[in-house]
């Protein structure tokens, strides 16, 4: 028997290590802890969550460079990962060095002010921040995440400039948001709760879609930005991994996606599953790296190689 097929044959047999991009607490880290779970149950080994959040949740992507490629390091790879090479000096290829396992799912966004702003409207907000240039603030879960991103396109578009302010997850940037410390925050829907108890307004969702939860919120696509980002997010392993190994651990995962308690957990942040195989996110990967380079360069972010 192959060396490779042996060690898929007696894959896991111990814990598998599951490291995301986001910190405690938030809506990345309740949805895969709870895919984890199924997914341990699934195995028969646990699957334990490892919080690395930063770097605009690219350093689970780099701890997969310097894991040994047996699948008991994996890690999430957010959309951030896909643009990195543009904005950093990597010694690494998002592409060639990650075996992609599976998607799993996306996120649900949004634009929130204090309820307290004088923003009832996303016309008011472009007609403030055309009146001052570069004073409204916002903050996102850090530089050149999707939400960042985003804000910046939809900038350009309106032709408006803003203030950006990064912060390391969704709990310190409501904090922040609520007490009025920012004027408005792009994120996902994490902060539904404190919109519910009459803290924060929704501005805008940019889903392809209105939210059922904030029904009164227009998508970006309504008010004429040609926009949907819902930043898919999955499952990678280091590069070498054997085949038989990422396809235990994709069907685990599948598997693990199905069940109603991870539908239930993403339900909370109005998250739906987004499943796509080995294959089909692999692909995705190459096609969102192309994809991303454009934005990149539109938005005069892209760094000279150096």
Known sequence: MPFAAAQAQGFPNKPVKLVIAFPAGGPTDITMRQLADNASRILGQPVIVDNKPGAGGTLPAQALQTSQADGYTIAQIPLGVFRLGYTTKLNWDPIKDISYVINVTGYAFGVVVPADSPFKTWADFVAYAKANPGRLTYGSTGNLTSPHLTME??????????????????????????????????????????????????????????????????????????????????????????????????????????????????????????????????????????????????????????
């Open 153 to 306: 396109t939809l900038a350009q578009r309106a032709g408006i400039q803003l203030q950006h302010v990064p912060y390391k997850g969704s709990a310190d940037l409501m904090l922040a948001t609520v007490s009025g410390q920012l004027m408005a925050a792009a994120d996902s829907t994490g902060f539904a709760p404190q919109v519910e108890a009459g803290k924060l307004r929704v501005l805008n969702t940019w889903g392809d879609k209105r939210l059922a939860k904030f029904p009164d919120a227009p998508t970006l696509k309504e008010l004429g930005y040609d926009i949907v980002q819902n930043s898919p997010f999955g499952i990678g392993a280091p590069k070498g991994t054997p085949p038989d190994v990422v396809k235990k651990l994709h069907d685990a995962f599948k598997q693990a996606m199905e069940e109603p308690s991870y539908v239930a957990a993403l339900g909370r942040y109005d998250m739906l599953p987004d499943y796509k195989s080995t294959a089909q996110y692999t692909q995705f990967a190459q096609d969102t790296v192309a994809k991303e380079k454009v934005v990149i360069e539109k938005l005069g972010l892209a760094k000279p190689p150096q």
